[in-house]
T-cell receptor, first 112, second 114 residues
């Protein structure tokens, strides 16, 4: 059974601070990793993906991947109240399978 | 920007009734998916579809569920005899053939089974 684990939070940070969200996964063969944002009652919205070890930056967001530790993280710089949402980590394995396995999400609140 | 659309946004049905949830994937995408999210729980994979056939399905996707691409644009999920525990948000997603296989989600259909 493939598992994706996230701290459920809630995580609260002040406006302008860096929010750090973490995710671990159980399947060492996993190849692609995705971060989605989900507002309450809405659908998952893609923020970014990463598949190589190291950092990947996109605007205020940085994804970090460490396959040896089976760990992926998302940093949000200069956090804004509009970033308040649940952040979902999703993992796709390296075979022909295309299904995503989701974590339970981390609820982030950015305080004005 | 192209997006996945879903109808209806909310469906209320009686236990034992059949429901059909509809999706229009992004037009140049070739892979289609259904996921569900029970209130307060994880997003769970149901099924993936490619080239007019199911490519993967989860344990949740039992004989009560079926999928179909009836024409060149729509992708449907049918639940033959709904149960109370089928109440959830159902999300359709689609992806193209790139290596990253990034999946884009529709707004969802909230299914309430009474």
């Amino acid at each position: 059974q493939k598992e994706v684990e996230q701290n459920s939070g809630p995580l609260s940070v002040p406006e302008g601070a860096i929010a750090s969200l973490n995710c671990t996964y159980s399947d060492r063969g996993s190849q692609s990793f995705f971060w989605y944002r989900q507002y309450s009652g809405k659908s998952p919205e893609l923020i970014m993906f990463i598949y190589s070890n190291g950092d990947k930056e996109d605007g205020r967001f940085t994804a970090q991947l460490n396959k040896a530790s089976q760990y992926v993280s998302l940093l949000i710089r200069d956090s804004q109240p509009s970033d308040s949402a649940t952040y979902l980590c999703a993992v796709k394995d390296g075979g022909s399978a295309r299904q995503l396995t989701f974590g339970s999400g981390t609820q982030l609140t950015v305080l004005p | 920007e192209p997006e996945v659309t879903q109808t209806p946004s909310h469906q209320v049905t009686q236990m034992g009734q059949e429901v059909i949830l509809r999706c229009v994937p992004i037009s140049n995408h070739l892979y289609f998916y259904w996921y569900r999210q029970i209130l307060g729980q994880k997003v769970e994979f149901l099924v993936s579809f490619y080239n007019n056939e199911i490519s993967e399905k989860s344990e949740i996707f039992d004989d009560q569920f079926s999928v179909e691409r009836p024409d060149g644009s729509n992708f449907t999920l049918k639940i033959r005899s709904t149960k109370l525990e089928d109440s959830a948000m159902y999300f359709c997603a689609s992806s193209d053939r790139t290596a990253t296989d990034t999946q884009y989600f529709g707004p969802g259909t909230r299914l309430t089974v009474l």
